[in-house]
């Protein structure tokens, strides 16, 4: 179930802002990008400009452009388990824009991750607060794009979710896209936005069914 808060002017800024997102790619590992459309910073996970050391997370931290404060981290896998497919993105973005706006595209990537049991579908999470406009997306490739979700947000504190039941086929990449639009002067957004494996429902089920039982049977055992 979608869930979308955004004003008038805010559709056609999130239209413009999704035409931009780049193509789906593949890597070999892990990868954080960040650009502005004139800069691109592109981070591996232990590559050159990632200050954390653990293997399935990358942090960089700088700036460039008009966007004078950046501080991303991306988790992975093996952090996370690669037949339970989750990335993990958080982010703070400060700007410093003159007349114009300006507009910041945080994509974070991982590849090689396998269809596993147990789960069935995707769910896509972002909540934050920005003094513009926020936009996110997700998909995974298999040998197509598959999309999962977009969400688009305008100004003040935000939050949303999405679903989709499209599963892979074989091996595949994951990716979670956050497009930011600041207007003029000192402008921050931050986030936290997720893209995992959802728990198929029966397994939920039977989860729930059990805890019900535990607590029938506490019940019954302070009745004796």
Known sequence: ???FR???WVLPMMVMALVAFPLHSSHAV???ELTDGSTTVSVTDGGVGDSNPLAGAITYSGSFGNWIANVATGFTKPLFPSDKPHLDLNSVNLSSGGSSASTLTITFSDTGFVPGSNWNGFDSLIGGTTSGTVNFLSDFNDGSDQALASLGFGSGAFSGS???GSTPTGTFSLREVVNIIHGAG???TSFNAEVFAAPETGALFLFGSGLIGLVGYRRVRRMQ
């Open 1 to 3: 179930m979608k869930n």
């Open 6 to 8: 955004m004003s008038g």
């Open 30 to 32: 892990a990868v954080l």
């Open 162 to 164: 999405d679903y989709s």
């Open 186 to 188: 000192i402008q921050s």
